[in-house]
C-alpha cells in the first residue's frame, strides 16, 4: 500500500515539473546603435540569444521592420542553459538622417514570445555638387520621421509631412509606395514648381499591429540627385 501511494506522488510530481518546464528567452544587447554610417553603407552586428529556462527554446521566425535589414540565426533550438548568434546586416539605402529599425524574434518562450531588438543608425547624407546654372528640381523633407508614440490597437491616426522643390524646375513626383497595407499616403499635388511647397499625409491604422512598429514611405521623383526619398513613422502597439 505504502508503495502504491509512493508511486502515485512520484508520478504526480513528475508530471507537475514536466508541465512547469519552460523556455526563457533573453539577449545580451536590446538595442545596437551604429552611430554615423554612409549612405548605402552596409554595417554588421550580432545579438545573443540566450535560453535560461528549462525547456529547449525553439525559433519560430525573426521578423524585421524593412527590406534593410536581413537577419541569420546560426542555430533556431536552444537547450536550456545555451544559446545562439542572431547575425544582422544592416544597409539604409538612401535614407537620411537618423533611423530605427525593429528585428522581432517570435519563439515558444514563455516570458516574451516575440522578443524585440532594435537598430540605430544616423545617416549622413550625401553632398552631391551640382553644376552651375544647372534647371533641375530639387526635393528636400525639413523632416523624414515621425514617431506616434504609445497607440491603443485599432487607433487610427496620420501626419503630414512637407517637403519643398528647391530647384529651379518643376518638380514631378512619378510614384508614392507604403511598405504595409496598414498604412497610406496621400499627395496634396503631383507636380511643385520651383520654389513651391507639397504635403504628403500619412495615416496609420493600427488594428492588425502590435507591439513596436516601424513603416515607411517611398517616394519617386524626377530629381536626377534625390530619385528615391523615404519618410519614416513609428509607433508602440499596445492592446
Do not use: W
Request: charged share 25%; net charge positive.
Amino acid at each position: 500500500m505504502l508503495i502504491k501511494i509512493l508511486l502515485v506522488l512520484l508520478v504526480a510530481f513528475s508530471t507537475q515539473f514536466a508541465q512547469t518546464k519552460q523556455a526563457n528567452i533573453s539577449s545580451d544587447f536590446m538595442i545596437v546603435d551604429f552611430g554615423k554610417i554612409n549612405q548605402n553603407q552596409k554595417v554588421y552586428t550580432k545579438f545573443e540569444i540566450y535560453n535560461k529556462g528549462t525547456d529547449t527554446l525553439r525559433i519560430k521566425s525573426v521578423g524585421v521592420s524593412s527590406f534593410s535589414v536581413q537577419t541569420r540565426m546560426s542555430k533556431k533550438i536552444i537547450p536550456p542553459s545555451d544559446s545562439s548568434e542572431l547575425y544582422i546586416q544592416y544597409n539604409p539605402d538612401v535614407r537620411e538622417r537618423k533611423q530605427r529599425e525593429y528585428i522581432t524574434v517570435n519563439s515558444n518562450a514563455s516570458n516574451n514570445p516575440k522578443l524585440q531588438l532594435t537598430i540605430k543608425a544616423d545617416i549622413k547624407v550625401k553632398k552631391v555638387k551640382i553644376p552651375k546654372g544647372a534647371k533641375i528640381p530639387i526635393i528636400y523633407f525639413p523632416k523624414t520621421t515621425h514617431d506616434f508614440g504609445t497607440l491603443k490597437k485599432g487607433k487610427i491616426v496620420f501626419y503630414i509631412f512637407k517637403f519643398i522643390n528647391n530647384g529651379k524646375a518643376t518638380l514631378k513626383i512619378k510614384n508614392i509606395k507604403t511598405s504595409c497595407g496598414c498604412t497610406a499616403a496621400v499627395m496634396s499635388k503631383n507636380e511643385i514648381p520651383p520654389g513651391g511647397e507639397g504635403k504628403i499625409k500619412v495615416e496609420f491604422d493600427s488594428t492588425t499591429q502590435l507591439g513596436k512598429t516601424r513603416r515607411s514611405v517611398r517616394i519617386i521623383s524626377n530629381d536626377p540627385i534625390h530619385p528615391k526619398s523615404y519618410l519614416t513613422i513609428f509607433a508602440d502597439v499596445i492592446e
